[in-house]
Structure formats: structure tokens, C-alpha cells
């Protein structure tokens, strides 16, 4: 009985927390709310079954559309971003001739502790036309300034945050992969007149890639996520809209407008897309997890 | 000729340092900036107002301030330390007991880890609502507690370090599955769980739907929604800004701190699935 008794609370608790909130979702995407009369007092409201009503106004919604696509546009910038960077740091600290590494790895990875929202906060400021340093800087120059917290730079603006948060991480995670490669490879290379710059690129890369497809679909999924980093920076331009990605709608639709089973049939849909690219996580990920189980 | 390759990858990896250092430094600098300094003088000139700025923060609407602090160390330490026992139970009896449903509750927890907390907010909030916990401390704790993620590296971790012959040994001498749980599997997993209590620290840290959901008294907050809701009214009040300034490097510190000190406890292997036994 010993196991049962061992998992009993994390089942209750995914029941809880997990499973019975999907269920309920998914329920409620295929309900509206039917208002009868003046929709004053009670029973003149009513939930009505509505099939897949709600899928398919929310997938023609424009609004909706325009938001997948900007966190598209988002992420295209984003993670090829990010993940490059990652990937050029993390070869540079694997050189042996590198000095200052200590130090680089720490600061780079420092943001990682630092939340979204006071990531957004900070980068803000340095984004605003009043305070931004750049600016400062440009006009010293005699040069027309940007604005980052325009509807174009504001791409920039959000990607350059999540850069900024998320390239030590994924330093470390290619820098830990790296490690673990046998280091005779190397000096098998170099003795056959191999440069650094050949070893990296026809030796390191090629060996990461799995390390790169477990970073790279890591970092598509929280892009999708995109939340709290836009949601901050809202107050502070024009350019950001309260629906400017999906789930900001999602959060719109629930407790901005009260329609809660659109709210319930655009996560549905949000969720959906999640799980696909996922699994092809999983599925690249799972075959190497587990060793020594019985 | 051989060109000394020293300088230029040194250079880049501390343009990367500077670059993300660099919105630590101006926070710190603009902490000690009035509200007129903070808007005129050139970005990293150091102002005079520090000791007034962290004064204003502390006097803000009764020290509301330390309020969310407190709040998010709540939220952050209480909930990684219960996510990493239960990490650490679950992960334990899914990695070395053979049981009736063990592929089920694994399927079904990784299927939780793909299904991302965010997309879940909404349905929670519902859900909670329904029973009347929405606005309370638990309505953020609770979801903060179940950690698939934690349990999917606990079970890897104890498949990797509690040799199954301690186990048999202990069995032998008598031992009750509890007891063996609790004082041999458990204290071998410390490090992993060390790892599974960071990251749930800083996931709940920078969690910021949840609580913007779940939460409607700001004397609930945690450090960030609160910040959040300061920088929203600076719109109308400038003087506002300069309060968030100063409460983004106050809120920062701890977790800086917290961070070198225990940077070396992060086993990012863990994550690549790259542990050996």
C-alpha cells in the first residue's frame, strides 16, 4: 500500500488543480449565456448549449488572429535572438583561452532571477523617450532618436526583454551539454590541424543539436506564453493594446467583457496548439530521461 | 602568423556581462533620483535622493510595500518548500515502486507539464470561485504546490540516487516503507530537491497571472502585482514612478542575493535529462 499512500496528495492535488479545471473549461467553451427579457432578476439569464459556437467565432475572430500573428512576429524575433546568443556565449565559455569566464557566467545568467514584470518595469524606463539612455545618447550625436514603444519597435522592445531574461539560461543548459562531450574529440581534431573555429563548428554545434531542439521548443513554448512582460509595458505606451496577444484577450474576454465561455473556448484553443508542439518535445526528449528504474 | 585568440571571445562574453547587467546598474542609479532628476538629468548621473525615495516607499499607503514583500516570500518560500516535499514523495514512490496505475499517474502528470500553468489561470480562477477561495492566500498557494515539473525531475533524481541495495538493506533490517522514505530516500534526493525548491522559487516568484487573477485586496499582493499597480497609476502621478524605481531595486536585492548565494545549487543537467547514475 506504501506507494499509493506516497502519491495520494499529488493526485488529489493535480485532480484539483489540474484536471477538474480543464474539464470544467472545456465545458463551459461549449455554453453562452441566453438572456431573456430585460435580463434583469432571477432565471432571465441561462446557460445555453451551443456546440462548437464558441470555437468558431473565436477562431474568425480578427482580434484574436491579429494577436497570434503579433506573437509570431514577437517570437521571430525572439528566439532565433535569443538562442544564437545563447549559443555563442556558451562556446566561448568552453574555450579554455577565454579569461573572465566565472564572472560572464554569473552575470549573464543573473536575469534569470530577476521576474518579468520588474524585468518590464526596469527596460521600460530605459525605453521611455525621458529616460532612455539610447536616446541620451543619440541625441549627443546630433541623431534622430527611436522609439522603442512604437507599434514596430514595440516588437523589439518586448523581444529584447525576454533576450535579456531568458540567453543566460539557455547559456547554461548548452554550456552543461558541452561539457559532457568527451574532450579527446577535441584534441583528436586539433592534432589533424583543426582551428577552434572548425572544432566549434564541425564538432560542438552537431553535438548539440539535441540540447539546441530541447532549447529551442523550451523557448517557443513560454514565447506563447507571453503575458505578464506586455502586460507591463501597456501602461507606459499606446502601441500595446489589452488584447495585443491571445491570452491577453483570454484575460479580456473573462474579466474585462464577462464572457466567460469565450474565454473558456480560446484557452481551449491556446491549450491545443501548446500540446502539439509539446509533444513533439516529449517525443524528442522522453527516449534518453530515464535510467536506472525498475 | 598566429593571432592569440584570448581577447576577442574574452570582449564578447563581457559585452554579454555588461549588457545584462547593465538594467541592475541603472536601477540602482535611478533609485537615488527625485521625481524631477529621474526625467532630466543624463541616465547614469547618480541623484541625491535615495534615503527620501526608500523613506517615501516605506511611508506608501502605510507601508504597503513590505507588505507585498513579505507576501511574495510567502507565496515563494512556503510554496517551493511544500512543492519540493511533495516533488520529492511522488517522484520517489514513481521511480522505485512497481505499482498498479504508476504509468497512468506518470502519463497523466506529464501531460499537466505540457499543459502550461498560464492556460490555466482562467479555469482555476472559476473553479475557486466556485467554492468561495478566490482573494486568498490559498487560492495563489494551492496551484503553486503541484509541481508536474518537479515531480518529473524528482522521480529522474531518485532513479539516479538511491541505489535500489539501500532500499533492499533497509527492507531486510525492518525498516517500514515510511521510515525508509523519510530517513534514507529523502536525504539522498536533498540535492535534486534543492533544485526543484529553486526553480519553483523563482516560477512562483515570477508568476504573475495567478495572483493578477486570483487576487482583488491589494494587501494580498505580491511584490510584483503590487509594483504593477503603481506603475499603472503613474500615468496620473509621475511622483509614482520614481516610488517604482525604488521598490523594483528594493524587491531585486533579495532575490540578487539569494541568487549568488546559492547559484552553485542550480543543476541545470538535471533539466537536459543528462543525469548519471
Not at chain 1, 552543461?176 to 560542438?204: F, H, M, N
Request: charged content about 10%; hydrophobic content about 55%.
Amino acid at each position: 500500500m506504501a506507494p499509493y499512500a506516497f502519491v495520494a496528495p499529488a493526485v488529489v492535488l493535480f485532480v484539483l488543480v489540474f484536471a477538474l479545471p480543464i474539464a470544467y473549461t472545456v465545458y463551459l467553451s461549449l455554453f453562452r449565456t441566453e438572456v431573456r427579457g430585460l435580463g434583469l432578476g432571477r432565471g432571465s439569464r441561462s446557460e445555453v448549449f451551443v456546440g462548437l459556437d464558441n470555437y468558431v467565432r473565436a477562431l474568425t475572430d480578427s482580434e484574436l488572429g491579429a494577436g497570434a500573428l503579433r506573437v509570431l512576429g514577437y517570437g521571430a524575433i525572439l528566439v532565433p535572438t535569443m538562442l544564437g546568443l545563447a549559443l555563442v556565449f556558451a562556446l566561448l565559455l568552453d574555450e579554455d583561452r577565454v579569461r573572465a569566464r566565472g564572472f560572464s557566467r554569473i552575470a549573464i545568467f543573473l536575469p534569470y532571477a530577476i521576474p518579468g514584470v520588474i524585468a518590464s518595469l526596469l527596460w521600460g524606463f530605459l525605453y521611455l523617450p525621458g529616460t532612455s539612455p539610447l536616446n541620451q545618447l543619440l541625441r549627443e550625436l546630433s541623431m534622430p532618436g527611436v522609439d522603442l514603444l512604437s507599434p514596430t519597435g514595440i516588437y523589439f522592445a518586448l523581444a529584447n526583454i525576454a533576450v535579456w531574461g531568458g540567453v543566460g539560461y539557455n547559456m547554461v543548459v548548452l554550456h552543461t551539454a558541452l561539457r559532457s562531450i568527451p574532450r579527446d574529440l577535441y584534441e583528436a581534431a586539433r592534432i589533424d590541424g583543426c582551428t577552434p573555429w572548425q572544432v566549434a563548428v564541425r564538432i560542438k554545434i552537431p553535438l548539440l543539436a539535441p540540447a539546441l531542439v530541447l532549447t529551442s521548443l523550451f523557448s517557443i513554448i513560454a514565447t506563447l506564453q507571453v503575458f505578464a512582460e506586455p502586460t507591463t509595458l501597456a501602461p507606459l505606451t499606446n502601441s500595446l493594446s489589452l488584447t495585443w496577444t491571445p491570452l491577453m484577450k483570454v484575460y479580456q474576454d473573462a474579466f474585462g467583457r464577462g464572457d466567460l465561455y469565450s474565454a473558456a473556448a480560446t484557452s481551449v484553443l491556446i491549450a491545443s496548439v501548446m500540446f502539439v508542439i509539446s509533444f513533439g518535445l516529449l517525443r524528442v526528449t522522453r527516449s534518453r530521461a530515464f535510467g536506472g528504474e525498475r | 602568423m598566429r593571432v592569440r585568440l584570448g581577447g576577442l571571445p574574452t570582449f564578447v562574453l563581457l559585452l554579454g556581462a555588461v549588457y545584462c547587467l547593465f538594467p541592475v546598474a541603472w536601477v540602482l542609479v535611478a533609485a537615488t533620483k527625485s521625481t524631477g532628476e529621474l526625467f532630466s538629468t543624463t541616465t547614469l548621473s547618480v541623484g541625491s535622493s535615495l534615503v527620501a525615495n526608500l523613506a517615501e516607499l516605506n511611508g506608501y499607503r502605510g507601508g504597503v510595500f513590505w507588505r507585498w514583500m513579505a507576501n511574495s516570500a510567502l507565496y515563494a518560500g512556503l510554496g517551493a518548500l511544500l512543492s519540493a516535499a511533495l516533488s520529492g514523495v511522488t517522484g520517489y514512490a514513481l521511480a522505485k515502486y512497481a505499482f498498479r496505475g504508476r504509468a497512468l499517474i506518470f502519463n497523466a502528470l506529464i501531460a499537466g507539464v505540457l499543459v502550461p500553468a498560464v492556460v490555466l489561470a482562467v479555469p482555476q480562477y472559476l473553479l475557486l470561485a466556485k467554492v468561495g477561495l478566490t482573494d486568498t492566500y490559498l487560492s495563489v498557494l494551492l496551484p503553486s504546490v503541484i509541481s508536474p515539473y518537479g515531480i518529473y525531475l524528482a522521480r529522474i533524481y531518485a532513479a539516479a540516487s538511491v541505489p535500489e541495495e539501500v532500499v533492499e538493506a533497509a527492507r531486510t533490517d525492518g525498516a517500514g516503507e515510511a521510515r525508509i522514505l523519510g530517513s534514507i530516500a529523502l536525504p539522498m534526493m536533498v540535492p535534486g530537491l534543492v533544485t526543484v525548491f529553486l526553480f519553483q522559487f523563482v516560477s512562483i516568484w515570477n508568476n504573475f497571472m495567478l495572483p493578477y487573477i486570483m487576487l482583488g485586496d491589494d494587501g494580498k499582493f505580491p511584490v510584483t502585482l503590487g509594483l504593477y499597480t503603481m506603475l499603472k497609476q503613474g500615468n496620473t502621478t509621475p511622483a509614482l514612478y520614481t516610488l517604482v524605481v525604488t521598490g523594483s531595486l528594493v524587491s531585486v536585492l533579495p532575490l540578487i542575493a539569494l541568487f549568488l548565494t546559492l547559484q552553485r545549487y542550480w543543476r541545470i543537467d538535471l533539466l537536459s535529462g543528462a543525469v548519471k547514475a
